[in-house]
């Protein structure tokens, strides 16, 4: 599934626990043996099984009916389209899934590289894992030029999986085919050993008017952790500072705003134009989300846009891969952005 599924997932476990002071301290007293469990089996994204008495009694109290929800026959967990908070993996791999990040694209038929293939105990957070067999990756770091991330930059997939070209598109084959099998994926990342990590779009990051670099799509996801944010855009190109554009979960900050004394009347749009709001709302991101080391002190938003309405494909906001359409976004609040 895509990141946004386990996203939904982790709010909405997340949320459970926190509804009453017993399953506040059942899951705290999960969380604690799972982490420990698992700090002690030395593994990342690999399942462990509930070890000692306590351990198996609280993982059949919480966990076991967690995994319930999904059937009680998942093997295994997959991610891909977009990064995987590993906030949000390590909460899976607490539940007791495995859960494995995975990068391909169709014109590399589609994989690249991925977590769990190489067995247990050979995966990582905070990647996309090995690169599969019989490819190879290299990274061109002529296509990112942020002196403070040297190592980062294009990935260039080579191998036989590698497609000859787009049908009857010449153009658009010679901009990503270098030669026959070299593949430009358009994407950032960087090589740790054998393991490949994915940190951007070529296209997506923007510089500001500092002459700072700005890779969006972690900063994102980390965004959407959030119990308030539902979709969330960061731009800021030649501007001073970055902004958000936010779709609210609308569920969630209603409470929040009404226990913070904040006026909830109305409807969803005539709360989201409401400058305090917005202020609330800006102000809980920055002390709670927007935060180092994720966030450097350059990309914490100045601004907040926010949108009461849902980005879809109906509506055109949103590719049928569920990537956001920013031109369409950008041009829908034209007016706001200006303004900043």
Known sequence: AVPRVWNKFYDRVNSQFASSPVK?????????????????????????????????????????KVRARFGGNIRFCMSGAAALSPDVAEFIQMVGFSCYEGYGLTET??????????GPGTSKLRCVGRVANGVKVTIDTSAWDDPERPDEGEIIVHGPNVMMGYWNNEKATNEVIIEPGVFRTGDLGKLDGDFLAITGRVKSQFKLENGKYVSPAPLEENVKLSPFVEQCVLDGRNMLRTYLIVHPNMHSLKPALKAAGVDTS??????????????????????????????????????????????TTDNDMLTPSMKVKLRNLQSHHEEAINAI
């Open 24 to 64: 506040r301290f059942l899951s705290g007293k999960a969380r604690k043996h799972a982490s420990k469990r698992i700090a002690k089996a030395g593994v990342e994204c690999d399942a462990v099984p509930a070890q000692g008495m306590l351990d198996k009694f609280y993982d059949k109290v919480i966990w076991s």
């Open 109 to 118: 038929s589609p994989l690249v590289s991925a977590n769990g293939w190489a």
């Open 266 to 311: 109305g409807s969803d749009a005539d709360i989201c134009a409401r400058a305090d709001t917005n202020a609330w709302l800006l102000n809980e991101l920055k002390s709670n989300s927007m935060k180092a080391p994720t966030w450097k002190g350059y990309e914490v938003a100045a601004t907040l846009i926010l949108d009461p309405v849902e980005w």
